[in-house]
């Protein structure tokens, strides 16, 4: 599913100005229904973890005890870039189907001129996947979304 559809499109960069605020807009968007758990599918006994040491959107399962958080399966989540990053390269590409100069996206997040080139790549990538086969497979995909709907994208 594209970028566009999934979601209302954020009135500006402002709104992915920090980890924290890019995991609760993804939260919003991929748990519309509250955290989902990607091992086990429960829904109901997952607590967030807010200790000083913990990771920024970790939640725990109570059922089975894995602790996950929102980028789990997603294209973020191999990736050594912040969230809050990936979030603004979407919004100024669009979800990945603006073309964009690496250079460009390199100088109005800050990350190297490598890593610019390496998301658009993989933005594109997501995002022309998302075009000609399942909705679920962009850069927004989750698998344990599809888990708990397995067609709610279709018609
Ligand atoms: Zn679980």
């Known amino acids: 599913m594209k970028w ?7 009135v500006s960069l402002a709104r992915f100005e920090d980890e924290l605020s890019a995991h609760s807009y993804l939260e919003k968007i991929l748990w519309p229904e509250g955290p989902v758990c990607p091992r086990c599918g429960s829904h109901g006994r997952i607590g967030k973890l807010d200790g000083a040491s913990t990771r920024i959107g ?3 399962c109570y059922v089975c005890r894995r602790i996950f958080s929102v980028t789990h399966g997603t294209i973020f989540s191999s990736s050594h870039v912040p969230l809050h990053k990936w979030l603004q390269a979407i919004y100024l590409t669009d979800g990945g189907t603006k073309p964009m100069r690496p250079h460009h996206l390199q100088r109005v997040i800050n990350v190297s001129f490598k890593t610019a080139s390496g998301m658009l790549r993989r933005l594109a990538e997501a995002a022309s996947a998302a075009d000609e086969d399942a909705p679920s497979h962009g850069p927004m995909a989750n698998p344990s979304n599809r888990r ?5 994208d279709c018609p």
């Not at 566009?4 to 954020?10: G, I, T």
């Not at 708990?148 to 709610?152: T, V």
């Open 58 to 60: 970790a939640h725990k």
């Open 148 to 152: 708990e709907h397995p067609n709610r």
């Open 4 to 10: 566009s559809e999934k979601a209302e499109r954020p």
